[in-house]
């Protein structure tokens, strides 16, 4: 690689590590020409392409850039900005195309931003799919809101009562090994009767 100093058109590498979890490589190289050291960094190539049909590299900063400003006033953090945008670089680049259409990345921000906050994603999404009514947002609520209740088990409900049917019985909750399918059911104690005093003892 030419020397960005003295235009040497030979450099060789002295060091060499990945860096991003393997996504990019670093190297560090030095001219024999002039002795200087300077780094390179080696990446694979991922396009987005416009509807515009302009293609352009993929910039992380960008993805940060929208999303941040879906997330204004919210208790999101550039830390979490800097982790989504990682996860939707990772999705995308997981698809294995050297080029993606810009509304591919789009989807793969709508996940990751659900998950981080649900009223940046509203705003999100409301904009990435030209919502044009109340309606709109009051459907993509009303899924939000069945989402939870569809993945999340019912939990705490009352065991199912039995009514014996001898009168005086009173009700009790229902037991029993949900492997074998059986149930028992405890009685409640039976109340003494009160003395017979109608007949009287003697001739």
Known sequence: MRCPFCHNPDSRVIDSRE?????????????PGCGRRFTTVEEAVLA????????????????????RRACQGRPVDEHQLALLAQQVEDAVRATGCAEIPSHEVGLAILGPLR???EVAYLRFASVYRSFSSVADFEKEI??????PARSTARAGDA???ERDAVDGDQETPATGSPATGTTTRRRA????????????AGP
């Open 115 to 117: 998950d981080l906050d």
């Open 19 to 31: 860096t991003d979890e393997g996504a990019t490589t670093r190297r560090r190289r030095s001219c």
């Open 142 to 147: 009303a899924e939000l809101r069945a989402a």
């Open 159 to 161: 065991p199912p009562v």
């Open 48 to 67: 987005v392409v416009k509807r515009s049909g302009v293609s352009e590299p993929f910039a992380r900063g960008k993805v940060v850039a929208g999303v």
């Open 189 to 200: 104690p039976e109340r003494p009767r009160p003395a017979d005093t109608g007949s009287a």
